[in-house]
């Protein structure tokens, strides 16, 4: 079964941090842009950053400076660390590939319809 698995969500407190993990399963990463998005309750999906199979890397302006997105082909997982996490970074976190395969992150802003294969979304809860 092909399937993308979100971990490492949890609780923190303003200015923490925490390093999402995005891993595969039945397929490999290594052609495939990986990208980050999330939902906040009441909210519409959004995109977060991106990393393509060659590690060009794309942010949202929301988390540019603080997300860290990389990427580790041997061990078929995409990463994301989060720093000086804030209040609105509160959202459940999905990780998905871009289908059809191209490899690329848009440069202009992530949308969901270019990607497919979600996982079932880790928690991240910023709170004091």
């Known amino acids: 079964q092909l399937q993308l698995v979100e971990s490492g969500g949890g609780l923190v407190q303003p200015g923490g941090s925490l390093r999402l993990s995005c891993g595969a399963y039945?397929?490999?990463?290594?052609?495939?842009?990986i990208g980050w998005f999330r939902q906040a309750p009441g909210s519409e999906l959004e995109g977060v950053s991106c990393?393509?199979?060659?590690?060009?890397?794309y942010y949202e302006d929301s988390v540019k400076g603080r997300f860290t997105i990389s990427r580790d082909n041997a061990k078929n997982t995409v990463y994301l660390q989060m720093n000086n996490l804030e209040f609105d970074d509160t959202a459940v976190y999905y990780c998905?590939?871009?289908?059809?395969?191209?490899?690329?992150?848009?440069?202009?802003?992530?949308?969901?319809?270019?990607?497919?294969?979600w996982g079932q979304g880790t928690q991240v809860i910023v709170s004091s």
């Open positions: 039945g397929f490999t990463l290594d052609y495939y842009a």
């Open positions: 990393i393509s199979s060659s590690g060009y890397t």
């Open positions: 998905a590939r871009d289908l059809p395969p191209s490899g690329h992150c848009s440069g202009y802003g992530l949308d969901p319809v270019d990607f497919g294969s």
